[in-house]
């Protein structure tokens, strides 16, 4: 019997060191993910605050598929479905190689999706929340529309945004604990060869959770500051 | 000739204002392509239509169902109970009783619900001498009943900010006026608080489940067959990707069916708010 200290210690005897390669690798596929998922939940959003219906519909479909399918599916049919749309077109070119798609990838494509699809609900309230004297007013000193959209409806739909899309940060950071069922090796995964090789099943997965929440308390802080930086969320007169 | 061309050019009528903005080419070009990706996906189903295939996997599809509306429907109803002290611990002035239920919520919260489904599932076996002498060992040997004792736990959790939120929506004055007809506390908030409380509740409680539906297909991993596994099961067996497309359609249609039904619960009770 090892104490907890010894399994829980950097090197060799201790399972920390491959812990922290777990944490290493899920904060980068939650960052891979985010600047990919908040620009096409942009979009998304765009899509479903414009006026012309047919937009509408394609934004709302999008929304409705990926909020109604388990986050966990959707990451399998990625995973399984990628290789085999890749694999017939490889098959056109040169018969007999086989497509695969790495883990991670397929992880960073189905988070990606997940989260534009509940982003950009956050965007549309936080465009729904800016009075379109806004717009107006943008025209009227002869900006463009996308001039407009980018120097003074963006800065404010940011400031709104903020508070709605620093939980979708932390829902995205657990969900990152999903794509461990397809062989990434993040933190639960690494957490659970610790558990199956030590037979300390109990530690070992406290310790990834209270991992997680450390993650979470990190990110809150981070969120503050960055709450501060863009001056609260309210639009100041 | 180039005289011809010119006079052509001149000739020709100004082309006719279409009204086809940039936007609605985009728009038409995305519908169109979300019409041909589900055209592709019933010819897919139709090419690989298999008779053999729906006889042997439908029934179990049916129970993997079955098992996962069992699922969220006990954990949701436990969650829901266990939710109720929680709420009130967490409103209480007693800083020990809320700072407790601040670190239950935070942690499971925070956590990631998989986490917390392996820390019960693999993590019971650690005090196996301890369950077996309380008789327990039994109930947590079972993988179903480790998801339910964790969704629980976890739906709990959220289902106790939900409360909380909606109990610390109605105003002060509705405390106050109830008081002062008389009423006790327990009358106050069966009768006057929570009607109000729960109109502002309900949409929360139907996210939540839909996020436990949604949830519950990790059962799968620690090998319970609801819909998720099942799905599993019968691509391990058969590789035909099929199989998960059906999960996506059956979880799409549910989901779906819930939150409408929710919304229409939702224009029903509030009628009278509408002015």
Redesign the interface.
Known sequence: MQSALTLLSWGPEGWLDDIAAGVFVTVCLALATLPFGLTLGFFVALAKQSEEPSLRLAGNIYTTIFRGIPELLTLFLIFFGIPLILQYFVRLVSPGTSADVNSFVAGMIALCFIFSSYSSEVFLSAFRAIPKGQYEGGYSVGLSSGQTMRLIVLPQLIRIALPGLANLWLILLKDTALVSAVGLNEILRQSGVAARVTKHAFLFYGFAGLIYLLLAIVSSFGINAIERAVGGSEVKR | MSLATDALKVDRPPPPARGW?R??I???V??G??IALGIGMVVYLVAAWNPEFFQKYAPGYISGLGITLLLVAISIVLGAILSVPIAYARMSKNPILSGFAYAYV??FR???????T??VY??????RPELEMVGLWGFFREAFNCAIFAFSLNTAAYQAEILRGAIESVPRGQWEGAASLGLHKLQTMWKIILPQALIVALRPYGNEIILM??????V??ITVYDL?GI??LT?ARTFD?QS??W??II??VI??TLRHGVEWIERRITIHLHR
């Open positions: 903005s936007q609605r985009l728009g038409h995305l519908v392509l979300w935070y942690f925070g956590t990631p619900l998989l986490a917390q392996f820390l693999y993590g019971v076996g650690s005090f539906i949604k949830g519950s297909a990790i799968a991993i998720m799905t599993r691509y990707f998960y497309i999960a996506a979880y799409l989901v779906e």
